[in-house]
């Protein structure tokens, strides 16, 4: 299987490159056709409060997504069960355009590093009948005016930068008044959406975990070593990851305390293989009419709604135009305005990894000669942590100030604030915020 592997390994520019044509010599343009068959693993480590929020896996959507974290896990989470250190997510999805010849079948067969078992099921989801719903008038509900705030903060330092935060007030937003800001909010990132194979996309594909089975990968588990995925609908691939291309390392917030000044400190360790780091923090004011979002983000642009995954062109200009932190950042400060108007914050924290990319066979040399691509492999790679925003968490290696355990021990106890025995109430999932931010950015005003 080494001449395979020799001959499989292309970088991701040839790639995209021979998947446009591109000329390799004067006047002479190479044929190029195919992938047959597409895979990609999306491979995500998970600690701290992160690991609580890991969902129950599953593509789930066109990102690749996992499931929403359950309360109970948050609050597992919030009273340090931790569940034994850093947990590892794998999602495999397989998609061809060739068509199964009776029932689609594939697997995948990882190496026994994984600690997932032999074989990995990549089962084809049936497609849903479709139902016609008979629609039964109703009277309409009498309208209401939305009524709250939304306070968007970005940057790291010990003092919010001019013109913030930007204030959405619903109610003003609904009689059509924008507020200051919002445009240069709105503009987004320009993050390229990733393709992965769906049954959409492709004509026959099969993804993993699934209903028929849901075994986790352990938090020892390792992609390291011989991968081989065959099925009756797409052709043998056979590729192997080396130490560098194993799951990222798992990420901990070494300093989360409030600072003197009543800023946020946040500090973690550095992960190997990591390109650049987001972190973000949402909560809420009293009264609960008011929901405060921040980013550590540079740039006035939403970067709340940032997918699970980067590609590699993406997290190199992030970086560049700083609205990631580079690889080499190790600690941020959330501004004192963001902790006054949000005091209980969940604050979750992203190590991006970059790519593997690899195809099979490998490119002819001689330009005339075509290159009938039999398939390409994606590995992606995510770390992520979180926890209160002033509260160590018990076990996590974090160091408190005021708001740690106890104010500064992290030996039990309930969780307090500032040593003023205020009792640390849960949080709302982190997906809220986004939420509604997506929905002020395209015109939907939430509702009271």
């Excluded at 359950?70 to 850093?86: F, I, L, N, R, V």
């Excluded at 901990?252 to 973000?280: D, R």
């Amino acid at each position: 299987m080494g001449w395979i592997r020799t001959s499989a390994v292309v970088g991701a520019a040839a790639l995209a490159a021979g998947s446009a044509g591109a000329q390799t010599k004067p006047g002479v343009k190479q044929v190029v056709t195919g992938p047959v068959a597409t895979y990609w693993m999306s491979a995500q480590t998970s600690s701290g409060f992160g690991a609580g929020m890991m969902g129950g896996g599953g593509p789930g959507g066109p990102g690749g997504r996992g499931g929403r974290p359950s309360m109970g896990a948050m609050m597992g989470m919030m009273m340090g069960g931790g569940g034994g250190g850093p947990q590892h997510s794998l999602i495999l999805q397989l998609g061809s355009s060739r068509k199964a010849q009776g029932a689609p079948q594939a697997e995948h067969l990882p190496p026994q590093g994984l600690g997932a078992g032999q074989s990995l099921p990549l089962l084809t989801p049936q497609a849903q009948p479709s139902q016609r719903v008979e629609e039964t008038p109703t009277m309409p509900r009498e309208y209401q005016k939305p009524k709250g705030k939304m306070l968007i903060f970005w940057g790291c330092g010990e003092h919010a930068r001019p013109n913030q935060p930007v204030v959405i007030d619903f109610a003003q937003m609904a009689d059509g008044k924008i507020p200051p800001g919002l445009e240069a909010l709105s503009r987004g990132l320009g993050v390229t959406p990733m393709q992965p194979p769906s049954p959409s996309r492709n004509t026959t594909y099969g993804e993993w975990p699934n209903e028929r089975t849901r075994t986790s990968v352990p938090g020892q588990g390792s992609l390291v070593g011989e991968h081989t995925i065959r099925g009756n609908y797409s052709p043998d691939i056979h590729f192997n990851l080396g130490p560098s291309q194993d799951f990222l390392g798992a990420l901990n917030l070494t300093t989360n305390a409030i600072g003197p000044t009543g800023s946020g400190q946040l500090g973690w360790n550095p992960v190997s293989g990591a390109q650049g780091y987001l972190a973000t923090a949402i909560g809420g004011g009293e009264g609960g009419e008011t929901v405060v979002l921040w980013t550590s983000s540079e740039i006035q642009a939403s970067a709340f709604a940032l997918p699970d995954y980067l590609s590699n062109g993406d997290l190199a200009r992030l970086v560049a135009n700083k609205a990631l932190m580079s690889p080499q950042t190790t600690s941020c400060t959330v501004p004192k305005e963001v902790v006054q108007n949000a005091p209980h914050a969940l604050v979750q924290l992203a190590a991006y990894g970059g790519e593997t990319n690899m195809s099979y066979p490998a490119r002819p040399a001689d330009p005339r000669q075509p290159w009938n691509i039999e398939w390409t492999v994606k590995v992606r790679y995510k770390s992520q942590t979180g926890g209160l925003l002033g509260m160590a968490m018990p076990g996590g290696g974090g160091r408190g100030g005021m708001g740690a355990y106890g104010g500064g021990d992290d030996e039990g106890g309930p969780p307090q604030r500032g040593g003023r025995g205020q009792q640390q109430q849960p949080q709302q999932r982190p997906s809220i915020g986004g939420s509604i931010l997506r929905g002020v950015l395209s015109g939907k005003i939430p509702g009271n």
